[in-house]
Nanobody, 127 residues
Framework: QVQLVESGGGSVQAGESLRLSCSAS????????MGWFRRTPGKEYEGVAG???????EYADSVKARFTISRDNANNTLYLQMNSLMPEDTAMYYC?????????????????????WGQGTQVTVSS
C-alpha cells in the first residue's frame, strides 16, 4: 500500500492560483501511477489529472489549459499547479496512487484503477 497525504488547499478568489502537494510513502514499485481527483458533496469523483511512471500525463478537458500535474520522484511528491481558478473548481481534492501500473491515456483519470487514496484537501474559489 501507498500512504498519501495532501496539502496546499485553501480559499481564493477567482483568477488566483494554488499548488497542491501529495506526499507518498510505502510504495513498492517504480511503476507508480498517481492522480488528482475532486468531489463535491453528493457527487462522484471527477478525474482531474493523472501521471504514470514514464511521465505520461492526462488531464480532464475542463482543466487542461489551466492545471499542471507533476511529480518529484526524488522526494516522492506529486503536485498540482492550479492557475486561473474558477468557482466551479471548488471541491475536495484527493490524491490517488497505484503500484505496478502500466496504464496511460484517459485511464489515468479513471478512479477505478487506483488502489490508495489520501484524505483530501479543500479548495474553495469565490467569485
Amino acid at each position: 500500500q501507498v500512504q498519501l497525504v495532501e496539502s496546499g488547499g485553501g480559499s481564493v478568489q477567482a483568477g488566483e492560483s494554488l499548488r497542491l502537494s501529495c506526499s507518498a510513502s510505502g510504495w513498492g514499485s517504480t511503476h507508480l501511477c498517481m492522480g488528482w481527483f475532486r468531489r463535491t458533496p453528493g457527487k462522484e469523483y471527477e478525474g482531474v489529472a493523472g501521471i504514470n511512471s514514464a511521465g505520461t500525463i492526462e488531464y480532464a478537458d475542463s482543466v487542461k489549459a489551466r492545471f499542471t500535474i507533476s511529480r518529484d520522484n526524488a522526494n516522492n511528491t506529486l503536485y498540482l499547479q492550479m492557475n486561473s481558478l474558477m468557482p466551479e473548481d471548488t471541491a475536495m481534492y484527493y490524491c490517488a496512487a497505484r503500484g505496478r501500473c502500466w496504464y496511460s491515456g484517459s485511464t489515468l483519470t479513471s478512479s477505478a484503477i487506483y488502489d490508495d487514496w489520501g484524505q483530501g484537501t479543500q479548495v474553495t474559489v469565490s467569485s
